[in-house]
């Protein structure tokens, strides 16, 4: 029994001894937590922190900068964007929409192709031509209206136009309503009506010959890109090229964000291939677009058929002058359909912009709907063989020969009716 009670006694004061050192090494590393955790105080008196504490703070704030850096970054990337992109944009719509409305404008345009309407009609007269323009035929230059005229009508609503109202074109579909609808799709019309033969808007004919839509130039390859990267044009800008420049900065950015609904593509013969038409009636000095397509240097002897001139540049690599030309075979605009004639009712203009060449297509005179768009491919001395140019001008005039000698037959013979009939009554009533 004695030895029993002896081993519980030892037993227990083993327990004892262990939870009292359990104990002390607790409280030991308390101590060291307590030192870890809570501040320390140095010579000065002046709080400090441990190194772990430090580290953790440090951690929490570099997250804070860098999260603050990149919300700061990207409102700055957005503002810029803004400003520097879209804004400009807006800004510039409007003006040309104020344009568009500004009755100086308005009267210059009617009066230059009022001017160009009576030059061309006495030029075919005089050379015996039965070609007639009869441009404007509900407005009369004198009868534009004045200033306060059209300040009086400005408070009449917009679309309610009446016959004698100068006609400003309708460019965008979104600008027209739905009861005018009527008047400006008339590809199906003007089937029958007008020109007869095969007839597409510029989609369908793009679908059909598998060319790509491009609303910018593209260029070629990098090679031509690192040309182009390279050459400044506001470095040789001469002081009038600036001012067209800034003149037709808005029509370039409109032209090119807008789809454009005024032309139609139609098959003319074999030879000429398609031309393109206006689908609706277009004023004087109007933009009817830019060519655009892809930036290439080239072979100068071929390949002129879809191409505009661009530029002549310096290569640095070749260390000689490269001749660029903008292709609109496989990717362009609508432009790419405009056919040469020696009746040229447009013209072209380089105008740089971006830093770049744009090739604007403006109109000389009022167009009427249904009529081709063409320019002078001679105004472009780099565009086509002058031979070439002759021997179309050639077919051209007998084309019109033959139209006048129909036109001068018809006339004899309606003539000759009439002083038949003339006969025939005088003599009924002798
Ligand atoms: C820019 S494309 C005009 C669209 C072209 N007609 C078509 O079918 O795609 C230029 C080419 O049209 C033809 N072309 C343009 N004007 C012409 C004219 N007056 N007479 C004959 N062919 C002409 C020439 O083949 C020329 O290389």
Redesign the pocket.
């Known amino acids: 029994m004695a030895r029993g009670e002896n081993r519980v006694l030892k037993n227990r004061n083993e327990t004892r001894r262990d939870k009292r050192e359990k104990q002390k090494l607790n409280e030991k590393k308390d101590e060291e937590v307590k030192n870890d955790n809570i501040v320390k105080t140095d010579d000065s008196g002046v709080g400090i922190f441990t190194e772990e504490t430090n580290k953790k703070i440090e951690g929490t704030l570099s997250k804070i900068i860098v999260k603050v850096g990149c919300i700061t970054l990207m409102l700055y990337v957005w503002i810029f964007l803004f400003t520097k992109k879209y804004y400009p944009y807006r800004v510039q719509n409007q003006m040309l929409i104020d344009a568009l409305q500004d009755p100086e404008l308005i009267r210059h345009t009617v009066k230059v192709s009022y001017d160009y309407q009576e030059f061309y009609n006495k030029y075919m007269e005089e050379h015996n031509q039965p070609q007639r323009i009869h441009l404007l035929k509900r407005v009369d230059k004198d009868t534009v209206p004045t200033d306060e005229e059209v300040k009086e009508k400005e408070k009449e609503p917009v679309y309610e136009v009446d016959e004698d109202e100068v006609p400003i074109a309708k460019e965008r579909k979104s600008d027209i309503l739905p009861e005018d609808e009527a008047d400006v799709e008339v590809v199906g019309d003007m089937k029958e009506e007008i020109m007869g033969g095969e007839i597409y808007t510029v989609d369908e004919i793009f679908e059909k010959l598998g060319i790509e839509k491009i609303s910018d130039y593209q260029t070629y390859s990098e090679y031509e890109k690192n040309l182009l990267k390279e050459f400044r044009l506001d470095r040789e800008m001469p002081e009038n090229v600036a001012k067209k420049a800034d003149y037709y900065k808005q029509i370039i950015e409109r032209g090119l964000k807008e789809g454009d609904e005024r032309f139609f593509v139609k098959?003319?013969n074999d030879?000429?291939?398609?031309?393109?038409f206006a689908k609706v009636d277009i004023v004087a000095n109007e933009v009817l677009g830019v060519y655009t397509g892809v930036i290439q240097s080239t072979d100068s002897e071929k390949g002129?058929?879809?191409e505009w001139y661009y530029s002549t540049i310096p290569d640095r690599k070749l260390e000689k002058m490269v001749e660029l030309r903008v292709n609109?075979k496989n990717k362009g605009s609508a432009l790419?359909?405009?056919?040469?004639?020696i009746f040229y009712n447009s013209r072209i203009e380089y105008v740089p912009y971006n830093n770049q060449w744009y090739i604007l297509f403006i109109t000389n005179r009022y167009i009427n709907r249904g009529e081709e768009i063409?320019v002078d491919?001679r105004k472009n001395p780099k565009r086509?063989p002058e031979k070439?140019l002759d021997k179309?001008?050639k077919?051209?005039e007998e084309e019109l020969q033959k139209l006048y000698d129909e036109y001068m037959k018809l006339k004899a013979q309606s003539e000759q009716a009439s002083t038949k009939e003339e006969k025939k009554a005088s003599a009924k009533e002798l």
């Open positions: 098959k003319i030879k000429k291939g398609y031309g393109l002129k058929k879809f609109g790419r359909f405009v056919n040469h004639s063409t491919y086509m070439i179309w001008d077919v051209e």
